[in-house]
């Protein structure tokens, strides 16, 4: 998919532990993705959910991309700093009628169908109560495409159903925050990972909401372990390794089917990043879903 100028892209990671494999590997795709179409990359910290944020992981964050090449334009950015905008997103929803309060719990949602089904919809909720916002889903189709899975489409009522944008506890929830944070920045490119997907069509929505433009789009594919499952701190994978900033990225950019020379494997940093900005091809990872790392160790 071609890029017109000026892309500006991100990397938002969440402070809940240092950066691992998985989160290197996204990190270095969109990083690659906006240096190759001489672009800004931009570095915000993902600090609303504050019960899961780990003290020192911010700072860890940072001086893991910088022993790995990985330099950022202008200054980090924190949601933290951010509240009213949150805010004042909320009020210009509650504007347009579009939120309503919840008082359901988790507990008593257990034996509920998976996409929410509505019980405080129509029902007169006290605002004195704990609640969340829910976003009342409309039944339209969004579609978008890809820059790596192509054609996408998916009904917002029936396949989502109304997702909340303010969680019980007073947090501002992820599809909200994304959105605000990213026309906040002005990103026009949003490079991330393939289980973010199914995120897109509900931020697509909040974006029309809002009256902001939406990104393009891509979604690479999820390093996975043995068993399948995604790379996370949820299954325990190792901190990246600094000391050894050179050899993973090169593993990396086998991941993300590169096919970098051999002879670069014990190369500097930056000669390495280099080559992988100049011979960028995101066209190799089309519509691959996962990789594994263990065919490449």
């Known amino acids: 998919m071609p890029y017109s ?4 892209g991100r990397f938002a990671p969440s402070p809940t532990g240092p950066l691992h494999l998985g989160s290197l590997y996204t990190a270095l795709a969109s990083y690659l993705d906006a240096r190759h179409h001489k672009g800004l990359w931009l570095l915000r910290i993902d600090d609303l959910d504050t019960p899961r944020n780990m003290s020192g992981a911010s700072d860890d964050i940072l001086d893991c991309l910088q022993s790995f090449g990985l330099h950022w334009d202008g ?4 949601q933290s700093r951010h509240l009213d905008q949150y805010e004042q997103a909320l009020v210009e929803l509650q504007n347009r009628h579009a939120l309503y309060p919840c008082t359901c719990s988790r507990s008593s949602l257990a034996n509920s169908p998976q996409i929410y089904p509505g019980y405080c919809r129509t029902k007169a909720q006290s605002t004195d109560a704990p609640h969340a916002l829910r976003v009342e889903s409309a039944d339209i189709s969004i579609h978008f495409i890809d820059a790596l899975q192509g054609n996408i489409t998916q009904n917002l009522a029936s396949e989502h159903g109304d997702f909340i944008v303010k969680r019980k506890d007073g947090i501002i929830a992820y599809q909200l925050a994304c959105v605000v944070d990213d026309q906040r920045q002005k990103v026009n490119r949003v490079v991330r990972g393939y289980d973010l997907l199914d995120s897109t069509p509900k931020q ?9 433009p939406s990104p393009l789009y891509m979604h690479i594919p999820l390093i996975v372990d043995s068993e399948g499952n995604k790379l996370s701190k949820q299954t325990r994978a190792e901190a990246a390794n600094p000391n050894q900033a050179g050899p993973t990225l090169f593993l990396l950019l086998t991941l993300l089917k590169q096919n970098p020379p051999p002879d670069l494997r014990l190369a500097a940093i930056d000669s390495i ?3 992988a900005i100049e011979h960028w091809q995101t066209e190799r990872l089309t519509n691959t879903q ?8």
């Open 204 to 212: 697509q929505y909040l974006q029309h909401l809002l009256g902001y």
């Open 5 to 8: 100028a000026p892309y500006i």
């Open 75 to 78: 200054e980090v950015d924190y």
């Open 273 to 275: 990043l280099e080559w």
């Open 290 to 297: 996962a990789v594994s790392a263990l065919q490449h160790n």
